[in-house]
């Protein structure tokens, strides 16, 4: 994950953060966030087409997890009422409260994109048991399969580092001989297409068990594009910038540019960069070549959020009813702040930004007359206890 509780306690470190505030800081953070085949190509259409996407279909309620799920897009007096119906009764501040088998359990509705599960009990074993069981809930749950995200997790104590897993069952059988000690964590965090952030922690620290599920889009109206409106002009440019969202891999729209001494020659577009790293307040700016032709220009702030200030507006574009064949790294890569191209271990990332960009027909147009890798860059306008609803991909083609 990019936003983890890992990076976040390296961060406050650095910044001489006592150890104490540190842990409380944490837990707020996680409870926050939680070959290539080308298509013919196509002339645009003369008249806009609907664009249509796959509602999430609501799981039934048969565990605290999946209870805790169908909180996430009610009303406080639908969520309590909910509530009520298995068993919880209302207390101060939004919380209901349910007791059975000795274990007391405090459900918060926040609003209606976030809800959150907490049991306290100095008793490590019932905590270890009961985060076994939340975290098979999850791994069992219709929710687990939407995943495009997930981390897991472990420390045995302030010190000794984190180990990581690729699977639940994996930090589960690792979790198992480890004892309560100062510092020690374990922790299961991701999200899924439909913008869900699940986040599952225990600490021992703070006699707890912690489940949360954010939304940040729950309840908002959806941006969502609901008409094409690439036209023929929007093909002959020389830059194409697309925009896919963090959190859900969706298409969220293209600007298209020319810029003045083009550079034919060469397999990567020659980015120049300007980055200021956000002590509080920071920005990125990435050029063609030279100062004269920018390509992006966004804000980055430290515990808030920036904006992007070029481009400045997005179009849809025109979907198409098949993508083109993941190529590797050879033909699409990220870039980090110094507009340089990188390589990474894991595409998976790569592969779904290529799945949203490849279905649309300004892309493959674009790809199909380039000989220059196409270029991504993950912008995060927020850092810090940053929110990852807020970041989003920039992918720049150069035909």
């Known amino acids: 994950m990019l936003f983890s509780p890992n990076q976040f306690f390296t961060d406050m470190e650095k910044r001489n953060i006592p150890r104490n505030i540190m842990i409380l ?16 190509v196509i002339p645009p259409p003369s008249e806009p087409q609907s664009i249509e996407y796959s509602p999430e279909v609501p799981e039934p309620v048969t565990n605290d997890f999946t209870l805790l799920k169908a ?26 409260l349910k007791t059975e088998n000795g274990i007391t359990k405090e459900a918060t509705i926040y609003s209606t994109g976030n809800a959150a599960l907490t ?27 939407h995943l495009v995200r997930s981390s897991f997790s472990l420390s045995t104590g302030w010190g000794n580092g984190y180990q990581y897993f690729n699977t639940p069952e994996d930090l589960l059988a690792a979790l198992a001989p480890v004892p309560s000690a100062d510092g020690m964590s374990a922790s299961f965090s991701g999200n899924d297409f439909y913008a869900n952030e699940y986040s599952l922690v225990l600490m021992p620290d703070l006699n707890g068990v912690f489940m949360q599920i954010i939304n940040p889009r729950a309840g908002q109206p959806s941006d969502d594009f609901t008409e094409s409106d690439l036209q023929e002009t929007d093909l002959q440019k020389h830059i194409l910038i697309s ?19 083009k550079l034919n020659s ?30 992006m220009d966004g804000s980055i702030i430290w515990s808030g959020c920036g904006a ?29 702040d110094g507009g340089n191209y990188v ?25 199909g007359n380039s000989s220059k890798k196409v270029a991504v860059y993950l912008y995060t306008p927020s850092v810090g206890v940053g929110d990852p609803a807020d970041a989003y991909y920039l992918v720049f083609t150069e035909q």
């Open 25 to 40: 800081a944490g837990i707020i953070l996680v409870l926050c966030l939680a070959a290539c085949t080308r298509e013919p």
């Open 243 to 261: 925009k896919v969202d963090y959190l859900t891999f969706r298409y969220k729209g293209f600007y298209a540019l020319n810029v003045s001494n």
């Open 308 to 336: 992007l200030n070029f481009p400045d507006n997005f179009r849809a574009g025109l979907p198409m009813d098949n993508g083109l064949s993941y190529p590797g790294q050879s033909r699409i890569a990220f870039i980090n």
């Open 71 to 96: 909180c996430i897009g009610k009303s406080q007096a639908e969520a309590a009422a909910l509530l009520a119906e298995y068993g919880y009764t209302p207390g101060e501040d939004n919380k209901f």
């Open 266 to 295: 060469g397999n990567e577009i020659p980015f120049l960069s300007q980055y200021q790293s956000p002590g509080d307040f920071g920005y990125i700016k990435l050029f063609y070549q030279n100062t004269d032709n920018l390509l």
């Open 119 to 145: 049991v306290i009990d100095n008793n490590f074993d019932i905590l270890k048991q009961l985060f076994g069981q939340w975290m098979n809930e999850i791994r069992n749950s219709a929710a687990y399969t």
């Open 343 to 367: 390589t990474v271990t894991n595409e998976r990332e790569l592969q779904y930004i290529w799945q949203s960009v490849s279905r649309q027909k300004e892309f493959q147009h674009y790809y």
